[in-house]
């Protein structure tokens, strides 16, 4: 798949958005990607995590994992064009941990994902999770890499797309200086 089409693809979706926005992280950025908005297109879902799935499809991966909410529906597609089982991780007092029976076998070959990546907090709580049950992390995909390549998770890192988005911590945001109104547009509660 082609930068050009990803880029086509967040476009039509309405992926992209730009203004001064409170990301999951803490950091604000004058872009944000809602890629939630990807998955309400099956064709769209389909074709990008398509494209993640021919990047492990020799990995011998059996079984594929994300954090929720983000990634709940792209843990299936992803799982689903590989031909596997998915689960996903979900906060239950503010950590992340398994619920609803799922469970990680130990040794198993598991590829931990996520819709868009900024400092990747929530992927490395997954990455302890897959650890702690002894499974095997056989890489980190996600749709968008916001750190253009930066991120180290310690396991191969493949995305459908990455970009250099520059995010700011609070007291060194240049938009916070300029006034513009601050807007958290993400799903967790956080104060602005």
Not at 120 to 126: M, P
Not at 157 to 174: F, N, T
Not at 180 to 191: A, D, E, F, H
């Amino acid at each position: 798949m082609t930068k050009e089409r990803v880029l086509e693809i967040l476009k039509e979706a309405g992926v992209l958005m730009e203004g001064h926005f409170l990301l999951t992280s803490g950091r604000h950025s004058n872009k944000y990607l809602q890629c939630a908005k990807i998955f309400q297109d099956a064709r769209y879902s389909e074709e990008l995590c398509g494209a993640l799935a021919e990047k492990f499809k020799d990995q011998g991966i059996e079984l594929v994992i994300g954090p929720a909410i983000g990634a709940i529906q792209m843990s299936y597609e992803v799982s689903r064009q590989l031909g596997v089982r998915n689960i996903f991780a979900e906060r239950e007092n503010g950590k992340m941990t398994l619920r609803r029976s799922f469970e990680i076998k130990p040794g198993q070959k598991v590829l931990v994902v996520e819709d868009v990546v900024t400092t990747g907090g929530s992927v490395r709580e997954v990455i302890d999770i897959v650890k702690e049950y002894g499974g095997e992390v056989a890489g980190v995909g996600v749709v968008v890499d916001r750190t253009g390549g930066k991120i180290d998770f310690g396991v191969p890192l493949e995305s459908v797309i990455s970009l250099d988005v520059v995010s700011y911590e609070q007291e060194e945001c240049p938009l916070c200086k300029e006034n513009i109104p601050l807007v958290k547009p993400g799903s967790r509660n956080l104060k602005v």
